[in-house]
């Protein structure tokens, strides 16, 4: 597969219309096409039957609402830029549409596109997903006015929530709590410095559109304000195109727990309860927990009943989230609405024994909330871990690669796989394995093990205060493990080797295969396998029986085992030293994967010196890129004499920013990268002037 996208979910128990009228009809499959006369200029009221819905969106929430359209007997339309022409969504609706390049602001942020689609296809609705152009209100009211049904709340909803002075505003009048600070007009830099000394640090600084923690800053001393506020402005109009920014108190270690409530066009407002969705890094979310564990069942009422205010204030239509902040006398204040169906949906609905897309499309087409607030039932416990596409040993860098290798667990009533991406051939297995690129699964695997995770004792602040056991420093790899990999490579070659010695056995003497057998003596073998930076030695003696003994430093060990295939997974079992084990076996690029309920471990095979002598151009003493990204900012230039420290470039990847600081003191030679350059991870940044001998 040719890319991956940035996440998974595991779950337990606006261009105008006559530019784009000049976009080229090969965007578009050319048989689809003769239907673009039909005329959509009924009004989208409720009331309307729905028979076709156009998902504009990908990966897994287009997948999910696929599923249940399907259910439904409701016909899907899929939209797709290029680089998602063979994506799982695409496959499954019913039709699909190329609308345009790879970049999202010219394919899936693009209204017009997305009009026309719905149009050509005969769609009467359109689901947004969430992200893309979920919470745009432009979007909302451009549906309404080419009359077709925009699966979300009303334009106005988007907009009064969508703008978070406005939204804490109506809150304060509706009775919802608040957190104290500043949501005024006066945006200059000196207004909001006088406001954050005057409500007292640490404060919060969050752009007043958006979500996904883009655009917010903890600032905790008056010093470090400017910079922060600079570096929040930045990210939020990359983000929003809106730079505008509200402050508030900052919460020391707050639970961030919110509300899943849900409205319809007869002025009904139910919630479905609370998720707990503290455990967070760079403010994203990374596991969820319904019902919020800990709560006292009066404080839980009176979060619904928050919730259902907040969303009645509002005239609000469809499934949203009201996320509040809490203390640790179970206190909370109002913090946002995200007015769209959230990634973390599903917990909720595992609770509740609910389909929140099926409400969706039913509440669209003008029906009544299936359920009254006393016939939702709450039911079980459901936890959703987050897979992200990035590396948690390296500040959680976003990533991104082929997905070379994907094995998910087999869905049941006790769990649920949402994902949009996919390898070859569905594998059902008993863990996820991916490779092909860094993801934060080991760290998901610590984390839902650690004792205070497990006594419910969460917060904002967990994974910094837990740091230590969470990321702990890379160990050797333990010396059975490396016996492990070593025989899994032997037994790989093997397998290789005998296959082509059945095709080829009348051409060539069996002689010519250096596979360890011998006559006579135990053939001994010299290999080399990494363990992080560092070479291991093994020497490996053949033993007439088939087992092998194993030398590392001064420690040999009896190794016995076979490769078997199941389900198209190839499984290494193996004994070393009498103690029975079974790991997924994966060997690709150099490097060993194996797989257990334990977690992963890579080996890597050394790549021969007459090639790892070869190299492309570096940057001795400077800078290189730590992830795939857009230049957003550059600071420095030729000549330029730095500080270690000092900020070089800002770089941005998955809409969030990194900065880029000098590693040393010294004198800028060479810039490699211009603003709005693409980067990709590993190339030269920055370098600096070799130091005099």
Known sequence: ???????????????????????????????????????????????????????????????????????????????????????????????????????????????????????????????????????????????????????????????????????????????????????????????????AGRIGYPVMIKAVRGGGGKGMRIIRSEEEFQEQLESARREAKKSFNDDAMLIEKFVDTPRHVEVQVFGDHHGNVVYLFERDCSVQRRHQKIIEEAPAPGIKPEVRKKLGEAAVRAAKAVSYVGAGTVEFIMDSKQNFYFMEMNTRLQVEHPVSEMITGTDLVEWQLRVAAGEKIPLSQEDIPLQGHAFEARIYAEDPNNNFMPGAGPLVHLSTPQADPSKRIETGVRQGPTSKTTETMIVGLHTNIDFLLRLSSHPEFEAGNVHTDFIPQHHKELLPSRS???????????????????????????????????????????????????????DGNSDVAIAVTYNHDGSYNMQIEDKTFQVLGELSSEEDCTYLKCSVNGVASKAKLVILDSTIYLFTMEGSIEIDIPVPKYLSSVSSEGTQGGTIAPMTGTIEKVFVKAGDTVKAGDSLLVMIAMKMEHTIKAPKDGTIKKVFFREGAQANRHAPLVEFEEEAE
């Not at 996440?7 to 239907?35: F, G, H, I, Q």
């Not at 899994?488 to 596979?515: M, R, Y």
Request: aromatic fraction near 6%; hydrophobic fraction near 40%.
């Open 1 to 195: 597969m040719a890319a991956a996208a940035s996440a998974a979910s595991v779950l337990l128990a606006a261009a105008e219309r006559s530019r784009w009228r000049r976009v080229p009809t090969l965007l578009l499959p050319p048989r689809k096409w003769a239907w673009r006369q039909r005329s959509m200029k009924h009004a989208a009221t409720p009331g309307r039957n729905i028979t076709r819905v156009l998902i504009a969106n990908r990966g897994e929430i287009a997948c999910r609402v696929i599923r249940t359209a399907r259910k439904m007997g409701i016909q899907s339309v899929a939209v797709f830029s290029e680089a998602d022409r063979n994506s799982m969504h695409v496959d499954m609706a019913d039709k699909a549409y190329c609308i345009g390049p790879a970049p999202s602001q010219q394919s899936y942020l693009c209204m017009e596109k997305i009009i026309e689609v719905a149009k050509i296809s005969a769609a009467q609705a359109i689901h947004p997903g969430y992200g893309f152009l979920s919470e745009n209100m432009e979007f909302a009211e451009l549906c309404k006015q080419e009359g077709i049904i925009f699966i979300g709340p009303p334009s106005s909803a988007i907009r009064d929530m969508g703008i978070k002075s406005t939204s804490k505003s109506i809150m304060a009048a509706a009775g919802v709590p608040v957190v104290e600070g500043y949501h005024g007009e006066d945006q200059s830099d000196q207004c909001l410095k006088e406001h």
């Open 476 to 530: 050797s790899v333990a010396k059975e493990s490396l016996c492990q990999a070593a025989l899994g490579l032997i037994l790989k070659e093997k397998a290789v080797t005998d296959a082509f010695k059945l095709h080829v056995q009348d051409q060539f003497s069996p002689f010519s295969f250096s596979n360890g057998r011998r006559l006579n003596i135990c053939y001994t073998r010299n290999m080399t396998l990494r």
